[in-house]
């Protein structure tokens, strides 16, 4: 059983401190850091992922109806399965989109691991660790801090979504995601009613003068860390680049394409918020992540549901791929589909599946991912992963090398100890293009 | 004034050394600080004002600030002792209870293992509120929470309270893992002690192995999940805890260090807890003592708070152990420890200072800066605005808005001020700052329609939310340049000062 408290003694208080102060002695560190990281890519290959889009399929999505069809076994149910344009490799009839970008895409069958609360498997799945002495940070976060500009005005970790989304924990806030639901506005950027631009700015042109006095006579960092905070705060609100949240500014015909134009009912908003991805990444963002509540949960008739949600999924799924190849941004996007564990072999009597981590499948495409295969399998039944199983630090380590940055890397924690970007994760080199 | 209290103090120093009784409380903890801060040539700031000292103990007591005219009247007060005679009222008063279950059902939720649901933080402290009230001895506090039974309710609807919701919730997460975590946990909070890393392996930097980990979590193989909360099993039926993944016998009952097992007529929860305030006390005690002082520092004697081992010795330890044997000697009476330390000179020092490094912070020589925790911050702004608890705005509601904003742990000890996009927007344009400064149809902010009528002229109305959102008068600069702002802009100018001001860091930041 992997171990959540980091096991290596001796980072100095000073570096653990360093977290909490963040602003800029978080940032020096930081920076410290990746110069002290002394991680060389292997040979040959140079980073090429530069951002990253997650797709959460929070909930858990059945592996049996999607990746990982059984057709003509018991627990594979009615679902058929339909060709790629891959030979060989087959995919659930409920991604027909999704079968004709097959080429871009890397299937992986055989992810495995234990947890098996929503909750719990959504912190470990997003952070690569189990839940234990403090909040570990999330990827999105740790992607922030690795490579995101601390200058950037969107801050470059956006969470499309309110629900399911691991934060900085216990790093800096300014690896914290900004969360946007799409189709709102972000929280609290619109000023109260009936304050005007110039108003706005004489609060903050008083705060400033007040704070300045208090640094002066307390000398604490707090009041310096809070200035920058408001900066980027104002920064954020009035910046141009905001526009890459109206999604509706695009081509009608690729609104389309994305099924952006689907009502958005029960936050089923996959399309628009691919849509808004892709904007995002073009301004600079280096993480998005889509998540829809826990819409993927089907104890109930899976095989009644499946057809509508996962065609909003198959729309926007291959819609952003192929928006991304034909803008040439593939290369330097990662796609990451998946959600926080799969569903069991055994159908219940509600014609529905429990959850199930033992044995499940998610997909990736782009940013140095080969496209067009698929890694491990499970058994017939897909009971057990038969081949090549992949653990989730694994899978972060992959996504860490498309990035660049040393999965081995260790960070200080506010405990003293010091953390692996990810728990003794190996990357998957068959996925690596 | 400060030069006499300065020499009251040595000559009362003097008297007790001439009689040699030992020192206790306020005098015990002025003595080894400042004992050890000399020894480090550290100086020590000055005392602080009264403005300081009143906010800085309103939040830390009362959880919230004074209004504008309870801080004109303690201001304007020339009796001496009134510093002390506040801090009485304080402990005496309305929100004491409240303040203080925030801060231990933030304890108990903790940072890190389960993210509880929204209502188990809001009803929770609700659940403690009474034993602050009743000024509840620490260890039988203790002994509640963790031998806590569900009772059948008086009516079918009732709603569930905080403890049995916080136990539901860590069933169903943790589900047989629940014994393991309850300990952990427990272990935690009330001996600052960090076993959890134990649960895999025999921790290598941490004398605690596995075997002793489960030894305790076996003391919590009894608690059931029911249906509206948690129950025990009788003595005796539950005998031990397996370690899962594992071929090694079942683990019985074993109190960490004491080597205690449960009696036979007790169920296990209530062992645990008798062992913990009874053969565990010295270490129980020095633990409530740590959180305590941390509370009212923003740092512990032992820092990480949780984290009571042999590599991170504390700052005082002599101090700590003092005050805990107190503690202990005076039945853990809780209004006793926070009105010993507020009544300190370390506590009542000024945070004016040039030097803020780790050196001076561990021996206290200026006040240390603090970020309120969430319900501070939200009471504090209701306050220093006029806004009513039953009012449009629910507090309930913005207390999750501003936790689910700021971060949970935002204000805990040890936790540094963090600020951020969202947390500044929250605090700019979020709904207390448009409700402070809403306008009427005559374009006055409504909510200070009062001081602009009954005061006059720009300077007293400037003083005026002085008063109310920073709690003392503005200096003669910041008058100035109000009063420019406000000529410009109208009336609403005063409510951009009282915005700027709820913004401001001196108002979200104790010092």
Known sequence: ?433 | MRRFATVLAVVLAASELQSQEPLSGRRLIDAEISKKRQAAGLPSAAKSDDAEFLRRVWLDIAGTIPTAEEAEQFLKDPSPGKRERLIDRLLEGDTYARNWSHVWASAILGVGDVRFQEDVADKLPRALEGYFARNEPFDAFARSVISFQTKPPANPKEERDGLSLFYTELFIRQGKESPQFLSSKFVRVFLGYQIQCARCHDHPFDHWTQEEFYGMAAFFAGAVHQERGVGERAPGVVKGLAIPDSKAPMLKPAFLETHDAPEKAETLRTAFARILTDRSSAQFSKSGVNRVWATLFGRGFVQPIDQFKAENPPTHPELLDALAAEFRSRKYDVRWLIREICNSETYQLTGRTKVRDREHERHYAAAPIRALRPEQLVDAMFVAAGLDEQGSLKRDRLLREFRATLGFDFGAPGVRFQGGIPAALLMLNGPIVAEATARSASGTPRRLERILRERADEGSRIDAIYLSALSRLPREEERDRCRSYVRSRGDAGFGDVMAALLNSSEFLLSH
């Not at chain 1, 978080?26 to 990281?37: C, E, H, P």
């Not at chain 1, 499946?306 to 291959?318: C, E, H, I, N, V």
Request: hydrophobic fraction near 35%; glycine fraction near 12%; charged fraction near 20%.
């Open chain 1, 1 to 433: 059983m992997s171990c959540n408290c980091g096991s290596e003694p001796g980072v100095s208080r000073r570096q653990a401190i360093g977290y909490g102060l963040g602003g800029f002695l978080g940032l020096a560190l930081a920076r410290q850091g990746a110069a002290l990281g002394d991680f060389l890519p292997a040979p040959g290959r140079a980073a090429k992922a530069k951002s990253v889009i997650v797709i959460w399929l929070g909930g858990g999505m059945s592996q049996f109806e999607s990746w990982d069809p059984k057709v003509g076994r018991d627990t594979g149910g009615p679902t058929k399965d339909i060709e790629t344009n891959v030979p060989g490799i087959r995919i659930a009839e409920h991604f027909a989109k999704t079968a004709r970008v097959m080429d871009k895409i890397a299937i992986v069958r055989s992810m495995t691991g234990k947890e098996g609360d929503h909750d719990r498997a959504t912190y470990f799945c997003q952070t690569g660790y189990v839940p234990g002495a403090f909040h570990h940070p999330s990827i999105g976060s740790m992607v922030a801090k690795e490579i995101g500009d601390p200058n950037a005005e969107i801050p470059n970790f956006v969470a499309l979504s309110i629900a399911n989304i691991n934060g900085a924990g216990f790093m800096p806030s300014d690896y914290s995601p900004l969360r946007v639901r799409p189709g709102t506005p972000i929280p609290n950027a619109g000023y109260p009613k009936g304050l005007t631009r110039d108003a706005f700015n004489g609060r903050l042109e008083l705060v400033r003068k007040q704070d300045e006095e208090f640094l002066r006579d307390y000398a604490c960092p707090e009041a310096e860390i809070h200035g920058v905070g408001y900066q980027k705060a104002d920064r954020l609100i009035h910046s141009p680049l905001l526009k890459a949240f109206d999604y509706k500014q695009e081509d009608p015909k690729l609104i389309r394409a994305y099924d952006a134009d689907a009502p958005n009912t029960q936050g089923h908003y996959y399309g628009q918020a691919c849509l808004i991805a892709r904007r995002l990444v073009e301004s600079g963002v280096k993480f998005v992540q889509i998540s829809v509540d826990n819409l993927w949960d089907h104890h109930k008739d899976v095989f009644a549901t499946m057809p509508k949600t996962a065609g909003l999924l198959d729309s926007a799924l291959s819609g952003l791929i192929t928006d991304l190849s034909n803008r040439g941004m593939l290369d330097s996007t990662l796609v990451l589909c998946m959600g926080e564990f799969g569903r069991t072999p055994k159908i219940n009597k509600d014609s529905g599946r429990d959850h199930y981590p033992r044995a499940w499948s998610l997909a990736l495409a782009g940013g140095g991912i080969q496209g067009g295969r698929v890694i491990g399998a499970t058994d017939a039944d897909g009971v057990e992963v038969a081949q090549r199983p992949v653990r989730i630090p694994d899978l972060l380590a992959t996504v860490y090398t498309c990035l660049g940055v040393d999965p081995l890397k260790r960070i200080p924690t506010p405990i003293g100890a010091r953390l692996q970007m990810t728990d003794k994760g190996t990357p998957v080199q068959e996925l690596l293009a």
